[in-house]
């Protein structure tokens, strides 16, 4: 495992998001305009087996479940074959059993997406604001401070994701340095 943090080497504050079609474990393939219904975009590139990711889990079924406005979406990039738990169909059991409950989980299999995105790590979170039509990079940085798998997020969010959405959701902008999310690398194909 090697333990990366985000970082804003590709999207900037107000870039939009650059554009995919992704399959999903929903059996569609889906893109940014099926989601412009909704005032923000929570993409999360994340995977089935990094601790860091699977930490997270809970925190993304929570969010997806409290904000109706938001979609919520993983998208999982790394390599399946030298991490085959990471599959597309350990991706559709994680989902039918109830343990990824996000609005949707999305496979990048050519890696092309989480490059144009700049993602680095799993979970990598981006949260976009709808701007008429557009998403516009709002947040790029930690879901919440509990930076190890075995930690407790503190009950004062700050603004990490959740104070970054509501700041999102009151057409406000979202102040300061973002810190940085934490994780293992992706898993590219040509390391």
């Not at 999305?106 to 799993?122: H, I, K, N, P, S």
């Not at 604001?129 to 940085?141: K, M, Q, T, V």
Request: aromatic share 10%.
């Amino acid at each position: 495992m090697v333990l990366k943090e985000s970082d804003l080497a590709v999207l900037e504050r107000g870039d939009p998001a650059p554009k995919f079609e992704l399959p999903g474990v929903d059996g569609g393939t889906h893109s940014l305009e099926d989601f412009r219904e909704y005032e923000a975009l929570l993409l999360v590139f994340t995977c089935n087996h990094c601790p860091y990711a699977k930490a997270k889990f809970e925190a993304l079924n929570s969010i997806a479940e409290d904000y109706s406005e938001v979609a919520v979406v993983g998208v999982n990039p790394n390599d399946t074959e030298d991490y085959p738990e990471d599959s597309f169909e350990m991706m559709e059991a994680l989902v039918e059993e109830g343990t990824i409950r996000y609005d949707h989980y999305l496979r990048d299999e050519t890696q092309e997406v989480a490059r144009r995105y700049g993602a680095v790590c799993t979970p990598d979170p981006y949260l976009f604001r709808n701007d008429d039509g557009e998403f516009r990079l709002a947040y790029h940085g930690r879901l919440d401070d509990a930076m190890d798998p075995e930690e407790e997020p503190s009950e004062e969010p700050g603004f990490e994701m959740r104070g970054a959405i509501e700041t999102v959701l009151d057409g406000d902008e979202v102040p300061g340095d973002w810190p940085p999310s934490q994780g293992c690398s992706i898993k590219w194909r040509d390391d």
